[in-house]
């Protein structure tokens, strides 16, 4: 049974270190998390052997040998606990083991699982409700049951095909985009797909430097206001750019591989906040 314990305990603190590394990942947002899971599933028992070094050198115990009632009989040396660390399970002599086995053994197993479940668990928190379209305010638009994507537009929408140059090897972006005009106020929805290069880090991070090259290609544009928000279940970022006396009110956002530009362009002048929540409000990728 010490043996048992001992393995459950080790299992214990890889797990529970995984979960703590797996949230500060994920809220940093520079990975993907699936990237994010593999990597630290590889790293953590390596991260994990300094730890634990540290802690058996200062309390004489871990997380999950304290919880199953496991402690060394006496603080090692700092080479002690390091070469202690770097065996599986440790060494049954040097342990003193308390009662309540069974009750210790059933909570540890069930926070294994807990921590072990934490990227599922993360993800589902992270969820939003599904986007649905509503007709309510779209009297005189003109809906648009695209293949790629549904969406009103003020106007009948006319759409054009580009090509967006990319710096060094990677291949130019095929861009397609929508664009309706009424009242001088014009607006489109543009998409293209990103390349598989791209596609490893976090969508945060590809729509943050994504904009800011947009930004930055175009002339006599400055960034007025940058900040990310929600898409229904997706990340997505809003900004807002000067551009040749223009206003330009905008939303990026990334489904799966695929780039969506949501903009509302129109005189400094001109109230178009209700424009811009309705024409973002119907969009929906498919």
Same mark, same amino acid.
């Given at each position: ?133 509503? @007709? ?6 003109? *809906?648009?049951?695209? #293949? &790629? /994507?549904?969406?009103? !537009? ?110 509302? @362009? ?6 178009? *906040?209700?424009?811009? #929540? &309705? /024409?973002?409000?119907? !969009?929906?990728?498919?």
């Amino acid at each position: 049974m010490s043996f048992f314990k001992r393995l459950l305990s080790k299992i214990f603190d890889y797990t529970l270190f995984f979960s703590i590394l797996y949230l500060i990942g994920n809220k940093l947002d520079i990975v993907k998390p699936q990237l994010l899971a593999s990597a630290l599933a590889i790293t953590t028992p390596l991260l994990w052997i300094l730890v634990e070094t540290f802690l058996l050198k200062i309390c004489g115990s871990t997380p999950g040998k304290a919880l199953l009632g496991i402690r060394l009989q006496q603080k090692p040396t700092l080479k002690k606990s390091f070469i202690l660390s770097l065996l599986p399970f440790g060494q049954k002599d040097q342990f003193t083991y308390k009662t309540g086995g069974a009750l210790r053994i059933i909570l540890s197993l069930l926070l294994i699982t807990i921590f072990t479940a934490s990227p599922i668990i993360c993800d589902h928190l992270h969820k939003k409700s599904i986007l649905t379209i509503q @007709t309510e305010g779209y009297e005189n638009w003109t *809906a648009h049951p695209g #293949d &790629l /994507f549904s969406a009103y !537009f003020p106007a009948k929408p006319e759409s054009a095909d580009n090509v967006i140059p990319t710096p060094d090897d990677y291949e130019d972006l095929q861009v397609t985009e929508y664009k309706a005009t009424l009242d001088d106020t014009e607006y489109s929805i543009a998409y293209a797909t990103v390349p598989p290069t791209f596609l490893k880090y976090s969508n945060s991070m590809i729509l943050k430097h994504t904009m800011k090259g947009m930004a930055n290609q175009m002339e006599d544009t400055t960034i007025v206001h940058r900040d990310y928000s929600e898409h229904g279940s997706h990340k997505a970022v809003d900004y807002v750019l000067n551009s040749k006396g223009k206003t330009i009110t905008g939303r990026m956002l990334l489904v799966n591989d695929r780039m969506y530009k949501i903009e509302v @362009t129109s005189d400094p002048s001109t109230e178009i *906040a209700t424009q811009v #929540d &309705l /024409f973002r409000s119907a !969009f929906i990728p498919n």
